[in-house]
């Protein structure tokens, strides 16, 4: 029997007022890869993430997670996956495996599997060491290797990560994602993550999906994407040609750059 696809949305539509974030999106994400979805600020991306996450209503029929309907069962989806957003959800008055702790009583990780659970999170992104220190005395890097810790505890099958990597320097966004290169091996599990970086996407990403205004305009492998461009394109170069260089509004319009910018500088 052939395995349901990770993620499928099917006319997926969602409006803010008179604001169309997301307009008609399609999308299949097959299960073990890891699927980029890039666009500018207001493309719809993070309105696409939270509909997937149930965050944000949506009708039956529109979303699927492992063929589970995101409409008529949110408390079964939401077993399926864990969740990074933007903003910082660590807690830096709490250790780090008190962090990943409290995740696992959220997630309703039986008691008695918890410090074990807590313990294989911490040591897959490599805090183990440092599991007892304050959250507040860690970098940038790690704080979001703990985010994705508290992500793991509950041993999702999709991981979905919105701007991992946002305001991190080079060399902490690298270990970053080595660690969830490394963990995505070990377990098979499917990441959609979304991110500004084209490096990132080119390097780590098997497809790619460029939304813009609400749609999406490409889809395929970041090669497949580059030579339809022409001889030597770059993703950044098929980034600019799909969304004709526009800088479009912040989802969440002000709210949304204040709370971007919150946690680019908590992250230091």
């Not at 349901?4 to 949305?9: G, K, L, S, T």
């Not at 990943?100 to 997630?107: E, G, H, I, P, S």
């Not at 460029?210 to 492998?221: F, N, S, V």
Request: proline share 4%; aromatic share 4%.
């Amino acid at each position: 029997m052939t395995e349901p696809a990770a993620v499928r949305c099917t006319g997926l539509s969602h409006s803010f007022g008179a604001t169309r974030a997301v307009d008609g999106v399609d999308l299949e994400i097959h299960p073990g890869e890891v699927f980029g979805l890039l666009g500018p600020n207001g493309a719809g991306k993070t309105t696409t993430l939270r509909m997937i996450t149930t965050l944000l209503p949506t009708t039956p029929d529109r979303i699927t997670v492992f063929g589970v309907d995101v409409a008529r069962r949110r408390m079964a989806v939401r077993r399926l996956i864990g969740y990074v957003p933007q903003q910082l959800s660590a807690d830096g008055a709490l250790t780090g495996r008190e962090n990943v702790a409290l995740f696992a009583r959220l997630f309703d990780v039986p008691r008695r599997q918890r410090a074990e659970q807590v313990r294989l999170a911490l040591d897959l992104v490599g805090l183990a060491g440092d599991a007892d220190r304050t959250a507040k005395t860690y970098s940038g890097g790690m704080i979001r290797r703990l985010e994705l810790a508290q992500a793991l505890v509950s041993s999702p099958r999709l991981l979905i990560l919105d701007e991992p990597t946002i305001g991190l320097d080079p060399v902490a966004r690298s270990s970053v994602w080595d660690r969830i290169a490394s963990i995505r091996e070990a377990t098979g599990m499917t990441v959609l993550v979304t991110t500004h970086y084209m490096d990132e996407a080119e390097q780590y990403c098997d497809r790619v999906a460029l939304m813009h205004a609400g749609r999406i305009r490409a889809l395929g492998t970041p090669a497949e994407l580059e030579a339809g461009l022409g001889p030597e394109s770059t993703l950044d170069e098929v980034f600019r040609a799909v969304t004709g260089n526009r800088l479009d509004r912040e989802e969440g319009g002000i709210r949304g750059v204040r709370a971007t910018r919150r946690t680019a500088r908590r992250l230091g």
